[in-house]
């Protein structure tokens, strides 16, 4: 009985939890996750974005609001463009992991 107490102390409180449900559904578009990747390899603005998504740059830019929102992208401005960038290491580490979980080799059952 002493051990179920343990993980339960343990567990985050609901409201950590909650956000962090929330963190995951925001990878779970694919729109945002190539959005992600291209700004893992460099900054970029809404013009580069869309050129190198082959998107309409409201739709990107309707996506980098949500990015902004979930505090995983940063923009900048650069003169009369804005230029978005990856908010901080975490993001990039999250990226990085979930593309390395992904393309491993399956092992067979």
């Known amino acids: 009985m002493a051990q179920n107490t343990d993980i339960l102390q343990k567990i985050p409180d609901e409201d950590v939890l909650i ?3 929330e963190l995951f559904k925001i990878f779970g578009d694919s729109t945002r996750i190539r959005i992600l990747h291209a700004l893992l390899q460099k900054s970029r603005s809404v013009t580069e974005l869309s050129d190198a998504l082959k998107m309409e740059q409201s739709a990107v830019s309707h996506q980098l609001k949500i990015l902004r929102t979930s505090k995983l992208v940063r923009s900048r401005r650069e003169g009369k463009m804005m230029i978005y960038e ?3 290491d975490h993001v990039s580490s999250i990226m990085n992991q979930g593309l390395e979980h992904v393309t491993e080799p399956k092992e067979e059952a």
């Open 19 to 21: 956000d962090l449900a």
């Open 86 to 88: 990856l908010s901080d």
